[in-house]
C-alpha cells in the first residue's frame, strides 16, 4: 500500500509534528574576532540570519514545537577527530582545526539563539547533526515527520545534516532566509539541490505564518 504522503505545506508543517533544528550557531562561526573570522573566513552572511532564526525560534516556542540546537565540538587533543576528517579540516577554505573547542568561549551558542528550558542542546563532531549523535532518537521520540533546519554553513552542516535527515525519511524543508555560507555560489547550489532531491525550501515567512496559525 503506498504511504500517506504530506503535499500540501501546511500539513507538512504543521506544529503537531515538526521540529526547528538550529546549526552550529556558536561565536566561533557567527561572531566577529572569533574561530571562522579569525581564519579568514568572511562572517556576514552567518552574521546577518541571526534575526531571521530569531524569529523562527519565537514562533516555534509559541506553537511549543520542539527545538534542537545543534552544536559543533572539537574534543581536546583532537580526540574527536579522525586522520581522514583532520586532513581535511585543515585543508578547508577559511576554516581551522579547532574551530568549538571543548570548553571555549567559541563553543558557546550565541546569546540571541541559545538553548531555553527543556529544548535539546545536541553536540556533534562532524558536519551532519545525525553522525554519532542521539538526535534521530529524540526527533522520533516526539513523532516528529518534518524538519525545519536552520544555521551555517549552508554547503556544509545544513546540506549533510538535510541528506541524513531525508534518508531517515523526514520531510525536509530549509528557509533560504534562514541559513547562511561564506560563498554564495555554494549556498546557491545546496538551497537548489534541496528543492530537487531532498525537501522544500519555503520562505521563513510561509512558515511563520503557518507556525502561528493564520
Known sequence: MEPRILDKLSDRLSPAHSALIIVDMQKDFVLPNYGAHKAGRDITA???IVPSIAKLLAAARGAKIPVAHIGF???????SDSGPWLSQRRRSTASADNLCME?????????ELSPQGSEWNVPKHRYSAFTGTNLDLLLRSRRVQTLVITGVSTNACIESTARAAFELDYYICVPPEGVASWNKELHAATLANVNHRLGLTPSLDEIVQIWSGK
Request: aromatic share 6%; net charge neutral.
Open 103 to 111: 570548553g571555549s568561549d567559541g563553543q558557546k551558542f550565541i546569546p
Open 73 to 79: 565540538l572539537t574534543l581536546k587533543d583532537h580526540a
Open 46 to 48: 552567518a552574521a546577518g
